[in-house]
């Protein structure tokens, strides 16, 4: 019996904590290198996977696009952006970035979101349509979607998440453990 308030007790903290990395910091760390000039800038996150992402900042004047800032960030130094039919991205290549291993079948790719570091929002708008404004953040996030290449499975900064079915499994497993420790 103590034992499952003991459990319990990790679950709510765990919860807590994973509520308080919400609205946190996503990403730290020195930047890579600065593309363009100007007074307005813009950073951009290639985010890998966990522990493996890099910052970039792009500087401009006037107006500018989530693709202009990587199109000088691609031409300005060792990042390499794969874009075949213009300006859908499809990889990027940096010495030290390597993609998670997500397994055979499962749906990958670099999902692109929009934020301040903090709050971030898958974007609906393609990259090259995406106005940016002073400070904002951009971030590719290499994540696993579902069958449909619907749902992204990896929000910036986070680890993967298990599909639904994997953490129900899970769940279960838990709670099937902790009622035969009772017995």
Do not use: H
Request: glycine share 12%; charged share 15%.
């Amino acid at each position: 019996m103590a034992s499952m308030r003991v459990m319990r007790g990790l679950c709510v903290v765990l919860l807590f904590a994973i509520t308080a990395r919400v609205n946190a910091v996503t990403y730290t760390g020195s930047v890579e290198y600065t593309a363009g000039s100007g007074s307005n800038q813009a950073t951009i996150a290639i985010d890998f996977d966990f522990g493996n992402s890099f910052l970039f900042n792009y500087q401009w004047d006037g107006d500018a696009t989530g693709w202009d800032a990587l199109a000088a960030i691609d031409a300005a130094g060792a990042l390499n952006v794969y874009a075949p039919w213009g300006v859908f991205v499809n990889d990027f290549d940096y010495p030290g970035g390597s993609e998670y291993d997500y397994g055979a079948g499962t749906n990958t790719g670099w999902a692109y979101y929009v934020g301040d570091n903090e709050n971030w929002k898958y974007s609906d708008l393609g990259v090259s349509s995406r106005s940016l404004k002073n400070g904002d953040w951009d971030s590719w996030v290499w994540t696993n979607y579902s069958q449909d290449w619907m749902t992204v499975y990896r929000a910036p900064g986070g680890q993967p998440i298990p599909e639904p079915c994997t953490l129900t499994i899970l769940a279960i497993g838990g709670l099937l453990i902790g009622k035969r420790k009772e017995k």
